[in-house]
């Protein structure tokens, strides 16, 4: 019987290297799957790469909307930002990505299960563990097997005429609709400040000289119009990833702690996101009361490590996962955001689920809050306190 495997396909210098392992060092027949989760990458022009390297059979699936649904959503409810920075891009794309391979893998009766993740980064956790979870076949991972590094895979690549673009050569990319994700090169220099053409997404010169006003509505914790326009998914994610980009807000740069133990560099492009996430929470300030949103936040952060982590199926995620969703009921309104010069700074927010009364706030004569009640309150509330300090005092005088 004649092995084949099947590898999750993009088409740049890690997949296209592993083909040819898999062809000459594992003697298969290889299917290639390219997931389109919004990286804007030629279909057709990866598809004629895949011909060129043999392949036997390639498949495109189109997964936007369904990476927008059911894994962008889901994290903006959670606030999901893995170490209070970066909004998990590759992380919620991998288990998407893995498991449509899986579906045709099961199509095309593989005998093995491939993929181009190091030993060092995350990817292999997320693929790995989304792969064994729908699958017996074992997992070839050709680059963490043999240890490659990035040179001797530019090496490879040449000797088998494989080409690679100018830009993967300099840095490794990641790149799909929610984030873009830059490693490699000078930027494993810690205190190398990223050249300006390693951004694609956010300017980091020539900004203008105008505030660019972003009013964003949500619906029940899913963003569903800007600025008074209606708009699907997708649509609204890439106008705003164009709008805050070229208003330089975007730019993630952070020593980030990967599953494996390493610290690692990493810079992120992320404009869509960074707004999304940072409008929506502070909308959730203002509907959740100060009780929901400690006990949320705390939530939210275990939410973003296991994604982070590859634990997309694991049962406590599910947990989380109701407990968000249960959260989101009143988060309905909208927030409005000043983008400027790479800042970005909420400026507004409305909604009809509001907890803010501005008859109770207000310094105002229309005042209805009994200022008189306070002084009670103020003593029954730091009563415990101002006790403990007396009495450490009257140890410290004894002494």
């Not at 389109?36 to 022009?45: E, L, R, T, Y």
């Not at 690549?157 to 994700?181: M, T």
């Not at 927010?349 to 809050?369: D, M, P, Q, W």
Request: aromatic share 8%.
């Amino acid at each position: 019987m004649t092995q084949k495997g099947i590898l999750a396909f993009s088409g740049g210098l890690d997949t296209s290297v592993v083909v040819k392992y898999l062809q000459e060092e594992h003697d298969m027949d290889v299917i290639t799957v390219t997931v389109d989760v919004g990286q804007g990458d030629d279909s057709k022009k990866i598809a004629t790469k895949a011909k060129k390297l043999g392949v036997k059979k390639h498949y495109n699936i189109d997964a936007r909307k369904e990476f927008v649904k059911d894994y962008i959503f889901p994290s903006i409810k959670a606030n999901a930002l893995y170490q209070k920075k970066y909004c998990l891009a590759t992380a919620l794309a991998r288990p998407l990505i893995a498991e449509k391979v899986l579906e045709i893998a099961k199509k095309e009766k593989v005998t093995a299960l491939a993929h181009g993740c190091s030993g060092k980064g995350n990817d292999q956790v997320r693929f790995d563990i989304t792969l064994r979870s729908g699958s017996d076949l074992p997992i070839i991972a050709p680059i963490r097997d043999k240890n490659l590094d990035r040179e001797t895979e530019l090496k490879f690549a040449n000797k088998h005429g494989i080409e690679i673009d100018a830009v993967a050569k300099r840095f490794s990319i990641d790149q799909n609709l929610w984030g873009r994700a830059i490693e490699g090169g000078v930027l494993e220099d810690p205190f190398v400040e990223p050249p300006e053409d390693a951004f694609i997404w956010v300017k980091t010169k020539n900004l203008p000289d105008k505030p660019t006003y972003l009013d964003i509505e949500f619906q029940q914790g899913i963003p569903v119009g800007v600025n008074g326009k209606i708009m699907e998914g997708q649509k609204l994610i890439e106008y705003i990833n164009k709008k805050a980009g070229d208003a330089g807000v975007g730019i993630v740069d952070h020593i980030e702690d990967r599953v494996v133990g390493i610290k690692s560099r990493e810079v992120y492009e992320t404009p869509a996101a960074t707004c999304l996430i940072e409008a929506h929470a502070d909308l959730e300030k203002m509907v959740h009361t100060k009780h929901e949103n400690k006990f949320k936040s705390m939530i939210d952060d275990e939410w973003a490590y296991l994604a982070y982590s590859g634990l997309w199926q694991d049962p406590l995620k599910t947990d989380l996962d109701g407990f968000i969703e249960a959260s989101q009921k009143p988060v309905s309104g909208t927030v409005k955001l000043k983008l400027f010069k790479g800042g970005l700074r909420v400026v507004g927010r409305k909604s009809k689920n509001s907890l803010y009364s501005h008859k109770i706030a207000t310094y105002g004569t229309e005042s209805t809050f009994d200022q008189r009640l306070a002084n009670g309150f103020v003593q029954l509330w730091g009563m415990q306190s101002t006790e403990a300090n007396k009495l450490q005092k009257k140890r410290s005088t004894k002494t």
